[in-house]
């Protein structure tokens, strides 16, 4: 291996959707992390590994840092605030279109004693006029000593490689930590039950506040060569049942068809995909169903 290889773990925080998960998989180049609109999507620390001739970035994308509103959020936010002092390069993330917010200076404040090099990465320029980019840049310059601040659009690609070479020359010479075609640190399993739970919070929209979990309850290969996959979608109220079902069973349908085809593609091969709907009362505020649904209890 090249001497002068460099890695080292670079964290993405944010207020919730900045388009932290956006950027992981355009950088990454393939889906680890769920997308949504809904604020709240990501809830584990997700690791994105890029692999370059002589470089390994190790991303880590964590759940929004926000005030919390419940056990669950108390375990979100330690999570996103625990990563701040383990790594080499923090990428702050904003929406240019919503701009400075409490909830920024809610997070500028607890990187004041941070050792870390933070760049302000300035996420959906594609939505806003450049005049009003000058005028953010402005502003954010003034309310902490960031190392550098980068516009960009993760969904579009502008500015990413820009971004990914100055990350590259910020990190240390260290080892190889994954294996090159490594693209995350996650098993399979997290990965499948967080793109069936992307399909039921993008198809309910609104209808469904963020109180879905979800379980895989078995994985196995078939004679057939498919892989059977039966997975339980848990919300927290009665009423949310009926909707997650849907008329005759139509949406858990079309939830289970748009999740098999993105397992699919992650697992290279045919998926039958079982789903159930499960009510568990107030689970995010429950220890015991937190811990169950992987939420480990010694960090909320």
Do not use: C
């Amino acid at each position: 291996m090249d001497t002068n290889f460099k890695s080292g773990f670079i964290t993405i925080i944010g207020r919730p959707n900045v388009g932290k998960s956006t950027f992981l998989n355009r950088v990454i180049g393939q889906k680890i992390a769920i997308m949504s609109d809904k604020a709240q999507t990501t809830r584990n620390t997700i690791q994105g590994v890029l692999t370059e001739d002589n470089a390994q970035m190790i991303f880590i994308d964590t759940p929004g840092i926000h005030k919390p509103k419940h056990k669950l959020g108390d375990f979100m936010v330690k999570l996103a605030e625990n990563t701040l002092n383990e790594v080499d390069a923090i990428l702050f993330m904003i929406n240019a279109k919503e701009g400075y917010g409490a909830g920024d200076q809610y997070i500028i404040d607890r990187l004041e004693h941070i050792k870390s090099p933070v760049f302000l990465i300035i996420n959906k320029i594609d939505q806003i006029h450049p005049d009003e980019l000058f005028l953010l840049i402005t502003k954010y310059k003034d309310k902490y000593p960031f190392a550098e601040i980068i516009p960009i659009s993760a969904l579009e690609g502008n500015n990413v490689d820009h971004l990914l070479s100055v990350l590259k020359d910020q990190l240390p010479e260290g080892p190889q930590y994954y294996p090159e075609d490594q693209v995350t640190d996650h098993p399979e399993r997290f990965i499948i039950s967080e793109l069936i739970r992307e399909k039921a919070l993008q198809l309910t929209r609104e209808e469904i506040p963020h109180s879905v979990a979800v379980v895989i309850d078995k994985i196995e290969k078939n004679t057939e060569e498919k892989v059977l996959i039966q997975a339980s979608i848990i919300i927290e109220r009665k009423s949310q049942k009926g909707i997650i079902i849907g008329k005759q069973g139509t949406m858990l349908k079309k939830i289970g068809s748009q999740a098999r085809r993105d397992i699919e593609r992650l697992l290279g091969t045919k998926v039958y995909l079982e789903l159930w709907v499960k009510v568990q009362k107030d689970w995010r505020n429950s220890d015991r169903y937190l811990q169950e649904f992987g939420f480990s209890k010694s960090e909320y």
